[in-house]
T-cell receptor, first 115, second 113 residues
Protein backbone atom coordinates (compact mmCIF):
# COMPACT_ATOMS: atom_id res chain seq x y z
CA UNK A 1 0.00 0.00 0.00
CA UNK A 2 0.91 3.64 -0.22
CA UNK A 3 3.44 4.81 2.31
CA UNK A 4 4.15 8.17 3.84
CA UNK A 5 7.60 8.54 5.32
CA UNK A 6 7.96 11.02 8.15
CA UNK A 7 11.37 11.90 9.47
CA UNK A 8 12.71 12.14 12.10
CA UNK A 9 10.63 9.94 14.35
CA UNK A 10 12.03 11.55 17.46
CA UNK A 11 13.99 14.72 18.06
CA UNK A 12 15.27 16.46 21.14
CA UNK A 13 16.46 20.02 20.82
CA UNK A 14 17.43 22.99 22.91
CA UNK A 15 15.09 25.90 23.43
CA UNK A 16 15.54 28.55 20.73
CA UNK A 17 16.66 26.20 17.98
CA UNK A 18 14.71 25.29 14.87
CA UNK A 19 13.62 21.82 13.91
CA UNK A 20 12.57 20.59 10.49
CA UNK A 21 10.24 17.64 10.03
CA UNK A 22 9.88 16.01 6.62
CA UNK A 23 6.86 14.25 5.22
CA UNK A 24 7.36 12.34 2.01
CA UNK A 25 4.93 10.32 -0.08
CA UNK A 26 6.91 7.39 -1.38
CA UNK A 27 4.83 5.98 -4.21
CA UNK A 28 2.14 8.51 -4.99
CA UNK A 29 1.70 12.19 -5.65
CA UNK A 30 0.15 14.35 -3.01
CA UNK A 31 -1.14 17.79 -3.90
CA UNK A 32 -2.42 18.20 -0.37
CA UNK A 33 -0.76 17.34 2.91
CA UNK A 34 -2.02 17.96 6.41
CA UNK A 35 -0.05 18.61 9.58
CA UNK A 36 -1.47 17.58 12.93
CA UNK A 37 -0.26 17.99 16.48
CA UNK A 38 -1.14 15.91 19.50
CA UNK A 39 -0.46 16.90 23.09
CA UNK A 40 -0.51 14.16 25.75
CA UNK A 41 -4.01 12.84 26.38
CA UNK A 42 -5.44 15.21 23.77
CA UNK A 43 -6.85 14.79 20.29
CA UNK A 44 -4.90 15.08 17.10
CA UNK A 45 -5.43 18.72 16.17
CA UNK A 46 -5.14 19.99 12.63
CA UNK A 47 -2.49 22.68 12.40
CA UNK A 48 -2.41 23.46 8.72
CA UNK A 49 -3.22 22.29 5.24
CA UNK A 50 -0.35 22.31 2.81
CA UNK A 51 -0.97 22.61 -0.92
CA UNK A 52 1.78 21.99 -3.40
CA UNK A 53 3.04 25.18 -4.95
CA UNK A 54 1.02 27.55 -2.80
CA UNK A 55 0.95 28.93 0.72
CA UNK A 56 -0.28 26.72 3.52
CA UNK A 57 -3.60 27.38 5.19
CA UNK A 58 -3.28 27.55 8.97
CA UNK A 59 -5.94 26.76 11.51
CA UNK A 60 -7.00 29.41 13.96
CA UNK A 61 -4.52 29.85 16.75
CA UNK A 62 -1.56 28.35 14.88
CA UNK A 63 1.25 30.84 14.30
CA UNK A 64 2.33 30.70 10.68
CA UNK A 65 5.62 32.43 11.42
CA UNK A 66 6.48 29.83 14.01
CA UNK A 67 5.40 26.76 12.10
CA UNK A 68 6.78 27.20 8.61
CA UNK A 69 5.37 24.83 6.04
CA UNK A 70 6.87 24.23 2.63
CA UNK A 71 5.29 21.99 0.01
CA UNK A 72 7.60 22.50 -2.92
CA UNK A 73 6.96 19.21 -4.70
CA UNK A 74 4.20 16.66 -5.12
CA UNK A 75 5.97 14.24 -2.81
CA UNK A 76 7.45 16.38 -0.06
CA UNK A 77 6.17 18.75 2.59
CA UNK A 78 8.23 20.07 5.47
CA UNK A 79 7.25 21.60 8.78
CA UNK A 80 9.84 23.77 10.49
CA UNK A 81 9.31 24.68 14.11
CA UNK A 82 11.25 27.91 14.47
CA UNK A 83 12.75 29.04 17.76
CA UNK A 84 11.27 26.07 19.53
CA UNK A 85 10.24 26.33 23.15
CA UNK A 86 9.25 23.67 25.68
CA UNK A 87 5.56 24.34 25.06
CA UNK A 88 6.10 23.22 21.45
CA UNK A 89 6.96 19.74 22.70
CA UNK A 90 4.38 17.53 21.12
CA UNK A 91 3.71 14.70 18.71
CA UNK A 92 3.48 15.91 15.11
CA UNK A 93 1.87 13.81 12.37
CA UNK A 94 1.56 14.46 8.68
CA UNK A 95 -1.03 13.12 6.29
CA UNK A 96 -0.96 13.08 2.51
CA UNK A 97 -3.82 12.82 0.06
CA UNK A 98 -3.21 10.63 -2.97
CA UNK A 99 -4.17 12.58 -6.09
CA UNK A 100 -5.00 9.38 -7.90
CA UNK A 101 -7.61 7.95 -5.55
CA UNK A 102 -8.09 10.73 -2.99
CA UNK A 103 -7.22 8.40 -0.13
CA UNK A 104 -5.43 9.71 2.93
CA UNK A 105 -2.22 8.20 4.24
CA UNK A 106 -0.42 9.06 7.44
CA UNK A 107 3.16 9.26 8.52
CA UNK A 108 4.25 7.55 11.72
CA UNK A 109 4.73 10.82 13.55
CA UNK A 110 7.53 12.84 15.12
CA UNK A 111 7.92 13.22 18.85
CA UNK A 112 9.49 16.62 19.50
CA UNK A 113 10.96 17.36 22.91
CA UNK A 114 12.28 20.85 23.55
CA UNK A 115 14.52 21.22 26.56
CA UNK B 1 -17.99 23.27 16.74
CA UNK B 2 -17.35 19.79 15.51
CA UNK B 3 -15.80 17.36 17.94
CA UNK B 4 -15.29 13.69 18.57
CA UNK B 5 -15.33 12.04 21.98
CA UNK B 6 -14.08 8.53 22.49
CA UNK B 7 -13.69 6.43 25.57
CA UNK B 8 -10.60 6.81 27.67
CA UNK B 9 -8.00 4.10 27.58
CA UNK B 10 -6.06 2.10 28.02
CA UNK B 11 -8.31 -0.86 27.44
CA UNK B 12 -6.89 -4.25 28.35
CA UNK B 13 -8.61 -7.41 27.16
CA UNK B 14 -7.82 -11.07 27.01
CA UNK B 15 -7.56 -12.72 23.64
CA UNK B 16 -10.96 -13.68 22.16
CA UNK B 17 -12.81 -11.15 24.33
CA UNK B 18 -15.46 -8.85 22.88
CA UNK B 19 -14.35 -5.31 22.18
CA UNK B 20 -16.33 -2.08 22.22
CA UNK B 21 -14.74 1.33 21.94
CA UNK B 22 -17.30 4.09 22.23
CA UNK B 23 -17.26 7.13 19.99
CA UNK B 24 -19.74 9.98 19.89
CA UNK B 25 -19.59 13.13 17.87
CA UNK B 26 -20.91 16.66 17.87
CA UNK B 27 -21.46 18.15 14.47
CA UNK B 28 -23.88 20.01 12.31
CA UNK B 29 -25.04 18.32 9.19
CA UNK B 30 -23.92 14.90 8.10
CA UNK B 31 -20.22 14.21 8.34
CA UNK B 32 -18.46 11.05 7.25
CA UNK B 33 -17.17 8.96 10.14
CA UNK B 34 -13.97 6.97 10.37
CA UNK B 35 -11.98 4.66 12.56
CA UNK B 36 -8.20 4.74 12.18
CA UNK B 37 -5.74 2.36 13.80
CA UNK B 38 -2.12 3.02 14.67
CA UNK B 39 0.09 0.02 15.30
CA UNK B 40 3.32 0.60 17.24
CA UNK B 41 5.87 2.50 15.17
CA UNK B 42 3.57 2.95 12.20
CA UNK B 43 1.34 5.65 10.75
CA UNK B 44 -2.39 5.81 11.18
CA UNK B 45 -4.25 3.49 8.83
CA UNK B 46 -7.87 3.65 7.84
CA UNK B 47 -9.71 0.77 9.48
CA UNK B 48 -13.27 1.46 8.34
CA UNK B 49 -15.63 4.24 7.47
CA UNK B 50 -19.27 5.16 6.99
CA UNK B 51 -20.54 8.07 4.99
CA UNK B 52 -24.22 8.27 5.89
CA UNK B 53 -26.68 7.36 8.60
CA UNK B 54 -27.22 3.64 9.21
CA UNK B 55 -24.19 2.71 7.13
CA UNK B 56 -22.08 -0.03 8.66
CA UNK B 57 -18.35 0.00 8.05
CA UNK B 58 -16.46 -3.23 8.50
CA UNK B 59 -12.94 -4.52 8.06
CA UNK B 60 -10.74 -7.23 9.63
CA UNK B 61 -13.58 -8.34 11.90
CA UNK B 62 -14.18 -4.82 13.18
CA UNK B 63 -17.42 -3.00 12.54
CA UNK B 64 -19.12 0.26 13.40
CA UNK B 65 -22.55 1.62 12.54
CA UNK B 66 -23.28 5.29 11.87
CA UNK B 67 -26.07 6.14 14.31
CA UNK B 68 -27.46 9.56 13.61
CA UNK B 69 -30.06 9.42 16.38
CA UNK B 70 -27.41 8.86 19.05
CA UNK B 71 -24.58 10.61 17.15
CA UNK B 72 -22.41 7.58 17.72
CA UNK B 73 -20.01 5.37 15.79
CA UNK B 74 -18.94 2.70 18.27
CA UNK B 75 -16.23 0.26 17.22
CA UNK B 76 -16.83 -3.43 17.92
CA UNK B 77 -15.10 -6.73 17.37
CA UNK B 78 -16.40 -10.07 18.50
CA UNK B 79 -13.11 -11.74 19.28
CA UNK B 80 -9.93 -9.73 19.61
CA UNK B 81 -6.44 -11.02 18.92
CA UNK B 82 -3.07 -10.03 20.34
CA UNK B 83 -2.28 -8.48 16.97
CA UNK B 84 -5.14 -6.01 17.47
CA UNK B 85 -3.15 -4.23 20.15
CA UNK B 86 -2.88 -0.66 18.89
CA UNK B 87 -4.28 2.83 19.33
CA UNK B 88 -7.68 3.44 17.75
CA UNK B 89 -8.84 6.88 16.64
CA UNK B 90 -12.38 7.89 15.81
CA UNK B 91 -12.68 10.79 13.37
CA UNK B 92 -15.16 12.80 11.34
CA UNK B 93 -14.88 14.73 8.14
CA UNK B 94 -17.04 17.02 6.10
CA UNK B 95 -16.93 16.82 2.36
CA UNK B 96 -16.19 20.52 2.14
CA UNK B 97 -13.31 20.39 4.62
CA UNK B 98 -10.75 19.52 1.98
CA UNK B 99 -10.27 16.06 3.50
CA UNK B 100 -9.08 17.37 6.87
CA UNK B 101 -10.19 15.19 9.77
CA UNK B 102 -11.41 15.93 13.29
CA UNK B 103 -10.03 13.26 15.59
CA UNK B 104 -10.85 11.91 19.01
CA UNK B 105 -8.08 11.47 21.58
CA UNK B 106 -7.41 7.89 20.68
CA UNK B 107 -7.96 4.74 22.73
CA UNK B 108 -5.10 2.40 23.45
CA UNK B 109 -5.99 -1.29 23.30
CA UNK B 110 -3.80 -4.03 24.74
CA UNK B 111 -4.79 -7.63 24.11
CA UNK B 112 -3.09 -10.22 26.27
CA UNK B 113 -2.69 -13.92 25.41
Amino acid sequence: GAVVSQHPSRVICKSGTSVKIECRSLDFQATTMFWYRQFPKQSLMLMATSNEGSKATYEQGVEKDKFLINHASLTLSTLTVTSAHPEDSSFYICSARDVGNEKLFFGSGTQLSVL
Amino acid sequence: GNSVTQMEGPVTLSEEAFLTINCTYTATGYPSLFWYVQYPGEGLQLLLKATKADDKGSNKGFEATYRKETTSFHLEKGSVQVSDSAVYFCALRYSNSGYALNFGKGTSLLVTP
